[in-house]
């Protein structure tokens, strides 16, 4: 009778980088720094090598630090997803939700855009017919 209550042992994701949410993290990411100006995307690239952990730590930690504190004038709240993005690199439990944060935020973006260039559509077409 107690075996059928006992808890099953959780398997465990593997590390190697074939864990699913891992790899959405990833792609995510590679798809932000594909759409950064070259000199952001750099800075990025230089800050997700493995061995830039010394500095990603203390970067973001700053980051989201400063994002919290964005009621002054010069910080603001884009420091805060910034600086979990880099800290999920070093902070296991925070890959999920920020991989998750990207694609979501990828789609709204999209959505975004479509909704403002649906709208702006008409005003072009009446600019046309003005001339």
């Known amino acids: 009778?107690?075996?059928?209550?006992?808890?099953?042992?959780?398997?465990?994701?593997?590390?190697?980088?074939?864990?699913?949410?891992?790899?959405?993290f990833e792609r995510g990411?590679?798809?932000l720094e594909g759409r950064l100006p070259a000199r952001w995307a750099r800075r990025l690239h230089r800050l997700r090598a493995p061995s830039a952990r010394w500095l990603r730590l203390p970067v973001g930690g700053l980051l989201v630090v400063g994002g919290l504190f964005s009621i002054l004038p010069f910080l603001g709240i884009w420091m805060l997803p910034l600086g979990i993005l880099l800290l999920a690199y070093d902070v296991p439990?925070?890959?999920?939700?920020a991989g998750w944060a990207l694609v979501?935020?990828?789609?709204l973006w999209r959505k975004w855009k479509r909704r403002r260039n649906v709208?702006?559509?008409?005003d072009r077409l009446r600019q046309g017919r003005d001339r």
């Open 1 to 24: 009778m107690t075996e059928r209550f006992r808890a099953r042992p959780q398997a465990r994701r593997p590390r190697d980088g074939t864990d699913p949410r891992h790899q959405r």
């Open 29 to 31: 990411v590679d798809r």
């Open 93 to 97: 439990f925070l890959k999920p939700p």
């Open 104 to 107: 979501r935020g990828e789609h």
């Open 119 to 122: 709208r702006a559509a008409p």
